[in-house]
């Protein structure tokens, strides 16, 4: 007996039905938007309307215009926290992307001992940032630390008193908490990758190397532009690693822009300069956002084109 | 009434009722006024202080079972930035805890604390038992706003005999004395001076003594009275170079940028003999004794003031610290609060057994005449080394970071930083710190 399906129902698809469920996922965002906005959008407006006036965190708010701007602008550690974020954002992306891809790529093969590795390395993303840094904070001291408990002199250096090689410290704690995560996205990435273009490309007599140049690198594009965007803004709010780590220290070597709202508002009572200071750390942060989305291109394109 | 007044007053009422039902769920329960009239208090967790602060107020709250003080205690940093909020937004104590100082000042500006110098007048009894020293920093604007409390913890210049005697060498009579120790330690591979430097204050304290034995005491003053460019004084160019100079003659433990006093990794490089001495405040002397093995047992832990600079100015017998702690009440509590926190300030607090609980803790009380009970104390020789120190100082200098108003306290303590990090000179270190003053 043969069954002939009916061609009709395919097609049918009433109008009515996708006008409703536009609505019913208007609901579902809602709660997901009042979060948003008691948590997220009223605080900015909060933090906006108090970059124009003076407070000291305990008396009465003083509406005073421009003042705030003036002094936070005004003070040479604003560009030199700007540079500080900036530093640490790039050699933190310059260090955690080329390994995360690596990794990535390594433990996307469905071996068990990979599988294995693949569980152990993902411990560093169990850890809140304070215990690693007071752990890095421990084996780096120059008297007591990890070179005098190895024997090796070589390890005991200045690490947090440097200031190149307190930079240096905090961008290797930071790729070490944050490579494992990002590893996690391309692992995911690569297994998406179709295996019928490593086949055809073996046909044509493609090696490792050129798969993975010509292949892989490729068919991460979008993989790599939302882990990039993750680990840039992710940097302007490192905020607990450095403050425990080095205190914004030596100097003011480490101290980015967070730190500086925190020290300005929290510390040095300044409540103004730091709204200041945390309305540009929002804009840099959008900005940058904004601007990797443009550098990802149309978002229809297609990266499986022919297939 | 629309519905969201509807709502919040029925989140309101909600939220009263579950206070209430705490409130009479207290341990108190059961007298007729229940929690409600209950003064709060807040202060520092952590030794020595917790235990010592803990048991004056289950004396009050035993000794007093109508009335009754309800103690909540935070970590040091943590108290700093809750106390603030807590007063920013009217949620403070009853008796609010500090160090007095600029801090203090800009509770009193704030309208947050009571003018307690009335109080004081008609309770001479309470002010006659306190070093007199302690009242500076709880003056704001010739009046008093805070209760000196607890102890007194001048700066002490600490050193391990042990090392001394290995090298060969007498502990220090003149600063000439220090300059020349630096090269015999360092020639043994041994730290002239241990210091936590990533804390910066720990730096500070080098500045602090150092103006004031080339100086005087009257440089700071200037600068705490707000006069324009204070900080000019050549004096403190002086003070500055002679830092650098230590700095760069490897006067400090190497790699003292990495080292942090929250972890004693300062205290730990004495005890252990890897750096000769230590300039400190007078309660490391407790940590020497609960971490640093037979060091204080032994004798080996040696502490002096700091010594005078050949042609200073200062007068050697002048220190700098902490000349007390201090509560003060806060204006936003009620009348029955105020009279309970009062009554805290001029019985428990002035007692014997507060007395005998810094003793104890290996610290000097605020309290005069304490050196009788000091005398039969086990750490009685360091202990009247403090209460000499402390009682015959002809000025007893606050810290400055406590002194200043926070806005230049942090400037103080990053240009401190900078300068020890040699990332700035002297010149531009006073020209930075004038800019903040009266700030």
């Known amino acids: ?307 | 009434m629309n519905r969201r007044d509807f709502l919040s007053l029925s989140v309101g009422t909600g939220a009263a009722t579950i206070l209430a039902a705490c409130g009479s769920s207290g341990p108190s329960g059961g007298g007729t006024s229940g929690g409600e009239g209950a003064a709060t208090y807040w202060s520092l967790s952590g030794l020595p202080g917790e235990p010592i602060r803990r048991a004056a107020i289950d004396r009050f709250n035993n000794a007093n079972p109508d009335t009754r003080i309800e103690a909540t205690f935070f970590q040091n940093d943590a108290y700093k930035q809750k106390i603030k909020t807590a007063l920013g937004a009217g949620e403070g104590p009853s008796m609010i805890w500090s160090w007095g100082g600029g801090g203090l000042k800009s509770y009193v500006e704030a309208g947050q604390v009571q003018d307690l110098t009335e109080w004081f007048d008609q309770n001479t009894a309470v002010a006659d038992k306190i070093f007199p020293s302690s009242f500076g920093a709880a003056t704001v604007n010739g009046k008093i706003y805070a209760m000196p409390v607890e102890s007194v913890t001048p700066i002490v210049l600490f050193y391990n005999k042990r090392v001394f005697e290995q090298v060969g060498v007498l502990p220090p009579q003149t600063y000439g004395d220090i300059l020349d120790l630096i090269p015999a330690f360092n020639a043994k591979g041994i730290a002239p001076f241990s210091l936590g430097g990533q804390s910066r204050w720990t730096n500070m304290m080098w500045l602090e003594l150092l103006l004031d034995r080339t100086a005087g005491s009257e440089v700071f003053d200037r600068v705490f009275a707000g006069e324009a460019n204070a900080w000019s004084d050549p004096g403190v160019l002086d003070m500055l170079t002679k830092i650098q100079d230590l700095v760069k003659g490897n006067a400090f433990v190497k790699g003292f940028s990495s080292v942090t006093a929250d972890s004693n990794a300062d205290q730990a490089l004495l005890y252990t003999g890897k750096a000769a001495m230590m300039l400190h405040g007078s309660w490391s002397y407790g940590i020497q004794k609960a971490d640093g093995g037979d060091i204080v047992s032994s004798g080996a832990l040696g502490y002096m003031n700091f010594p005078p600079v050949d042609g200073g100015k200062g007068d050697p017998s002048n220190t700098v610290g902490n000349p007390g702690q201090y509560l003060s009440i806060s204006t936003k509590s009620t009348t029955a609060q105020q009279d309970i926190a009062k009554k805290f300030f001029s019985t428990t607090l002035i007692d014997d057994e507060e007395v005998k609980g810094w003793i104890t803790s290996g610290n000097v009380p605020i309290i005069k005449g304490s050196d009788a009970q000091i005398a039969s104390s086990p750490d009685a020789d360091f202990l009247k080394v403090v209460y000499d120190m402390s009682s015959n100082a002809k000025i007893f200098a606050q810290s400055w970071d406590q002194a200043l108003s926070p806005t230049a306290a942090e400037t103080l303590l990053d240009n401190i930083a900078k300068l020890f990090q040699l990332q700035i000179n002297p010149q531009q270190w006073v020209d930075a710190m004038n800019g903040v003053i009266g700030k």
């Open chain 1, 1 to 307: 007996m043969t069954v002939i399906a009916p061609p009709a129902a395919r097609v049918q698809q009433p109008t009515t039905r996708s006008g409703g469920r536009g609505g019913s996922i208007m609901w579902m965002a809602l709660p997901a938007l009042l979060v948003f906005g008691a948590f997220g959008v009223i605080p900015l407006i909060g933090v906006l309307a108090l970059s124009f006036t003076t407070w000291d965190g305990i008396g009465t708010i003083q509406p005073s215009g421009l003042a705030s701007w003036g002094a936070a602008l005004g003070d040479p550690a604003l560009p030199h926290a700007l540079l500080v974020t900036f530093e640490i954002m790039a050699l933190s992306w310059l260090v955690q992307t080329p390994l995360s891809i690596l990794i990535g790529v390594f433990i996307a093969a469905r071996t068990r001992y990979r599988s294995v590795l693949a569980v152990l390395y993902f411990i560093p993303l169990l850890l809140s940032s304070t215990a690693i840094s007071i752990t890095y904070k421990a084996l780096l001291d120059p008297n007591f630390g990890i070179g005098t408990g190895l024997g090796l002199d070589i390890l005991n250096q200045d690490w947090l008193g440097e200031p190149r090689l307190a930079m240096g410290v905090l961008v290797f704690v930071v790729s070490w908490q944050f490579i494992p995560f990002h590893s996690l996205i391309y692992q995911g990435a690569v297994r998406q990758i179709p295996s019928s273009l490593y086949e055809a490309s073996q046909i044509d007599g493609a090696g490792r190397l050129r798969q993975f140049f010509s292949i892989t690198l490729p068919q991460l594009k979008y993989t790599i532009i939302t882990s990039s965007t993750l680990m840039v803004v992710g940097s302007l709010t490192f905020f607990d690693l450095i403050y425990v780590l080095t205190a914004g220290g030596p100097g003011d070597a480490t101290r980015a822009l967070a730190l500086e709202m925190y020290q300005t508002g929290f510390m040095a009572n300044l409540m103004g300069p730091a709204s200041v200071i945390a309305v540009i750390l929002v804009l840099v942060g959008l900005l940058l956002a904004q601007l990797l989305r443009r550098l990802s291109g149309r978002g229809d394109e297609s990266q499986l084109e022919g297939m």
